[in-house]
């Protein structure tokens, strides 16, 4: 049975920085696609990005120069790097492996 579990949101100041881990089972995540997606109050879940097997990594627009997505095959887990956070990056950030099988999300709050 595949399984992801996200971990390492908080509360960050504008400006600051934080690290999500994506903990895979079941997978290598070196072998699929692994993407994070994010879900702010009220609005619709938003891919962030994503890294290929290849290790080719996209982003969308909003984040690119500030997060980081990385692979730890050893650990086999997928970090998620954020700086210069914005308050509104605040939202459940959520990691997916496959195309198909999600975790539970951590939530990453950007205030003051």
């Known amino acids: 049975q595949v399984q992801v579990q996200e971990s390492g949101g908080g509360l960050v100041q504008p400006g600051g920085s934080l690290r999500l881990a994506c903990a895979a089972s079941g997978v290598i995540v070196s072998n699929v696609d692994m993407a994070w997606y994010r879900q702010a109050p009220g609005k619709e879940r938003e891919w962030v990005g994503g890294?290929?097997?290849?290790?080719?990594?996209l982003y969308t627009d909003s984040v690119k120069g500030r997060f980081t997505i990385s692979r730890d095959n050893a650990k086999n887990t997928v970090s998620l790097q954020m700086n210069s956070l914005k308050p509104e990056d605040t939202a459940v950030y959520y990691c997916?492996?496959?195309?198909?099988?999600w975790g539970q999300g951590t939530q990453v709050t950007v205030s003051s």
């Open positions: 890294i290929r097997p290849t290790g080719a990594s």
């Open positions: 997916r492996a496959a195309g198909s099988v």
